[in-house]
């Protein structure tokens, strides 16, 4: 039995415990694409929500307008109080264009939209994704429990092990050891709640309302990260928790591409340095590449053995190979381009959401 507490509160779960939480005073946001339509997994987990029962499930959506009807036919099949919000709708972008915030788009950007939306009416906010198979319905109240106890972030970790071997491959070998790397030279708060995090690149965690409109999001793949950061100036140590959900299964991806891993890195790597400038390190970034490589190096022997002792299958030089991509990623971070807090922002929700709803009306003739 493992009881370890890290600087932030964690919540183990001993039992499979659903413990009671507030999910009638919540929304659920979970942000989706076209892939997602129909699929096991997002079927699943819509199911489950159904039995969660929070006030309301914000879908907020990127895809096609030809492929809009087909989703709204098939939302509206599950029992759970889904909403749906077309991101890329054209109203919604012209909402943004007028705001001056038009530039890039991806999940970090489609999760703010759906923030935004989903803070104005709940007391807290949940995020997770729509690919786990491995989806309980323990794991929304699990996510909500900390922020009735007083907490203001929550973030879930779990373990990514399938087909007897390790996941989480952009964790373990890219952020996990440029973390270390960074600590290993730099004294500061912020380093130390980073690494605090069992699974800091989950895309599972909640907040309250007034955190979810302080989040400056990052506008793809950095959102965790970027999470994290606003999570550590608003909540600090004493206001954040992490909470067991398991082990979960669900999509894998390749690592090279443009939505490989290789390619995630990138954005993550920027999110992270953004966080660390702004916790006051100035990493020396002519030096940092070969002390991730190093950092890295000794955890690749530490998984190893760790996948010995499991009887997994392990393959150190496929592990050495990633991590010499992801070291591209290691590079000082371009101009900030989060998107600004709800707080800070002239857009009203009801704008986006009304926008959403217009165009949606229009791409399926009225019929819901």
């Not at 759906?114 to 491995?134: F, I, M, N, P, Q």
């Not at 991509?325 to 989060?338: I, L, Q, S, T």
């Amino acid at each position: 039995m493992e009881y370890v507490q890290e600087r932030i509160t964690t919540l183990h779960a001993f039992d499979d415990p659903t413990p009671a939480a507030p999910t009638d005073r919540s929304a659920v946001v979970v942000p989706m694409t076209d892939r997602e339509h129909a699929g096991l997994a997002a079927e699943h987990v819509l199911t489950t929500l159904a039995e969660v029962d929070p006030a309301r499930v914000v879908v907020p959506l990127r895809a096609p307008a030809d492929r809009v009807p087909a989703f709204v036919e098939w939302l509206d099949t599950f029992d759970a109080p889904t909403e749906l919000l077309w991101c890329n709708a054209p109203g919604v972008e012209a909402v943004l264009d007028d705001a001056g915030l038009d530039d890039g788009f991806g999940k970090g950007r489609d999760v703010w939209l759906a923030l935004g939306v989903a803070s104005e009416t709940a007391d807290y906010v949940a995020v997770h994704d729509a690919d786990a198979t491995t989806y309980s319905a323990s794991h929304v109240p699990r996510l909500l429990a900390p922020l009735a106890d007083g907490h203001a972030f929550s973030k879930g970790y779990y373990a990514r092990v399938e087909n007897g071997r390790l996941y989480g491959r952009l964790f373990r070998l890219f952020y996990a050891p440029l973390v270390r790397a960074l600590a290993d030279a730099h004294d500061v708060p912020v380093l130390d709640y980073l690494a605090a995090f069992r699974y800091a690149l989950a895309g599972e965690f909640a907040m309250t309302a007034d955190l979810a409109r302080d989040l400056r999001a990052q506008r793809a793949w950095g959102l965790e990260v970027g999470t994290l950061g606003d999570a550590f100036e608003h909540a600090g140590f004493a206001g954040t928790a992490q909470v067991d959900l398991g082990r979960h299964e669900h999509d894998h991806r390749s690592v090279s591409g443009p939505t490989g891993l290789a390619d995630m890195a990138r954005q993550v790597g920027a999110a992270l340095f953004r966080v660390v400038e702004a916790g006051g390190v100035s990493p020396d970034y002519g030096t940092l590449p070969e002390r991730y490589r190093d950092a890295a190096g000794a955890l690749v022997r530490q998984y190893a053995a760790d996948a010995s002792f499991n009887g997994l299958d392990y393959d150190p030089a496929a592990e050495r190979e990633q991590v010499a991509a992801y070291a591209d990623a290691v590079e000082e971070p371009g101009a900030d381009d989060r998107l600004p807090a709800w707080s800070e922002t002239a857009i009203a929700p009801e704008t986006v959401a009304g926008a959403s709803a217009e165009a949606i009306e229009r791409v399926t003739g009225g019929g819901r």
